[in-house]
């Protein structure tokens, strides 16, 4: 067959030779074998075998039981690595969002319930053969992606493998074969049965381990996905989409919140926060992601200090990490208004600033709400109103970050608000 051939670690041949001395028939399968046969190493080996979950965890000492529902039993090998087996199964019943399936008797079973011919092809790693059905290497060999048999009954049957077939595409450089596109194209619009989350780790994995995500997210607006799941990015003019994702390209690898950050630039803030909801990602990353997505642009290096440091006390140093790689990366596709030299030297320039440490922040002045109190204040959102504008004052002039001036500074404030202090500031 093939003349790239997978090797496998030792640990495998051991888990595979334990089982079949055992007497149960034990395969490598899915990604671990299509990526061998594309001369790539794989560290996830995923094993079919006929032993149910519960013969695997009596032959081995050390399992996790990861998905006993599924069949899954993870191994712990001495290399220190699980490897996750899976009984033989075929899907009985399917409604696009889950399945319901049985063991298997036989790894051909199990192969044709997976989605495409690609990742349909078994390897055994003692005997070095493998067992294809489906003309999985064929369709690898001729840059083509296909269902195993009929590809609108695939696509009914679980909606998901339609962003799969984009992405496995796209990561891979593949041809959609034109059934296949087809049919997907047909159902993109039953996309929103599934669940979010589904959804998002689906996009997540496209922006984190494709290290050319143009074409997945090319193939997602060709098909119509982009309208149907993400309308906000879907309703940028050509030429816009066509700079955020090659944007987005160079942007490395295992940083997907960063390039969905760099998607989501050219969007308006209010429908992004609507996407970031969507995609349900925790507070904390919706977080993140948004203050990347909607913050001003870096000032550029011959601007008024003041001007660096209010920028950077409305952003602060990790929003400023995030967009320095962006404008960066936006600089060097050439489309940008900006040259990477300016961009460097912005951020250099922002770097010099936060290193004499201005204040930035209310937490950062030299006096709080403690000593608004002593000054005979009673606390509500007038402290905060104080706190505030005191920054600003310090924005503009660091070296005034001091409690006296400070409190002279309030006392002045107030008087303006017509508020009669019963302490004297300079006690303070
Ligand atoms: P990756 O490198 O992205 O992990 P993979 O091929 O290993 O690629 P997994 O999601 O880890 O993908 O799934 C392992 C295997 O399980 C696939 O190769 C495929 O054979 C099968 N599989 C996974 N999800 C589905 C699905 N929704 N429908 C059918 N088969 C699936
Ligand atoms: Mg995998």
Redesign the pocket.
């Known amino acids: 067959m093939s003349a790239v051939r997978p090797i496998a670690p030792g640990a495998v041949r051991w888990i595979v030779r334990t089982l079949e001395e055992a007497g149960y028939e034990t395969w490598a399968?899915?990604?671990?074998v299509?990526?061998a046969l594309m001369g790539r190493t794989?560290v996830?080996w995923?094993l079919a075998t006929k032993a149910t979950p519960l013969q695997v965890r009596k032959i081995f000492s050390r399992t996790v039981p990861v998905g006993i529902d599924h069949g899954t039993v993870g191994v712990l090998a001495r290399d220190g690595v699980m490897y996750e087996l899976t009984t033989f199964r075929r899907d009985v019943q399917t409604d696009g969002r889950h399945?319901l399936v049985e063991f298997a008797e036989c790894i051909e079973d199990d192969?044709s319930?997976?989605?495409?011919t690609?990742?349909?092809i078994a390897w055994h790693p003692l005997r070095d053969e493998f067992y294809d059905p489906f003309g999985g290497e064929e369709d690898l060999s001729a840059g083509r992606l296909r269902t195993?048999g009929d590809a609108d009954q695939?696509f009914e049957?679980?909606y998901?493998?339609i962003l799969?077939a984009l992405?496995?595409a796209g990561?891979f450089d593949l041809q959609i074969e034109d059934v296949t596109w087809s049919s997907l194209v047909v159902s993109a619009h039953r996309l929103k049965t599934l669940s979010p989350e589904r959804i998002r780790d689906e996009l997540m994995?496209v922006l984190s381990?494709d290290p050319s995500p143009s074409r997945a997210l090319s193939l997602y607006r060709e098909a119509g996905v982009i309208e149907v799941l993400y309308p906000e990015i879907g309703a940028l003019r050509e030429r816009l989409w066509d700079d955020v994702i090659s944007v987005v390209n160079l942007l490395p690898v295992g940083r997907p919140k960063l390039r969905l950050a760099a998607l989501l630039r050219p969007v308006a803030e209010s429908d992004a926060a609507r996407l970031l909801v969507r995609l349900r990602l925790s507070n904390a990353d919706m977080d993140a992601v948004a203050r990347i997505a909607s913050a001003t642009e870096m000032p550029s290096a011959d601007s008024d200090p003041r001007v660096l440091r209010r920028w950077l006390s409305r952003h602060g140093r990790v929003v400023m990490r995030g967009l320095s790689r962006i404008e960066i990366a936006s600089s060097r596709t050439g489309h940008g208004s900006k040259d990477p030299r300016m961009v460097v030297d912005s951020w250099s320039m922002l770097r010099a600033e936060l290193r004499t440490s201005p204040p930035l922040k209310v937490d950062d002045l030299a006096i709080d709400g403690g000593d608004l109190k002593r000054m005979g204040l009673k606390p509500g959102p007038v402290f905060g109103e104080i706190l505030n504008e005191l920054l600003e004052h310090v924005l503009e002039e660091p070296q005034r970050n001091q409690k006296t001036i400070l409190a002279h500074e309030v006392k002045e404030i107030l008087g303006r608000r017509s508020v009669k202090l019963d302490v004297d500031a300079d006690n303070l």
């Open positions: 399968v899915g990604g671990a299509r990526d794989s996830d995923d399945a192969l319930r997976r989605d495409f690609i990742n349909a195993v695939r049957e679980d998901l493998r799969r992405r496995f990561r994995k381990i």
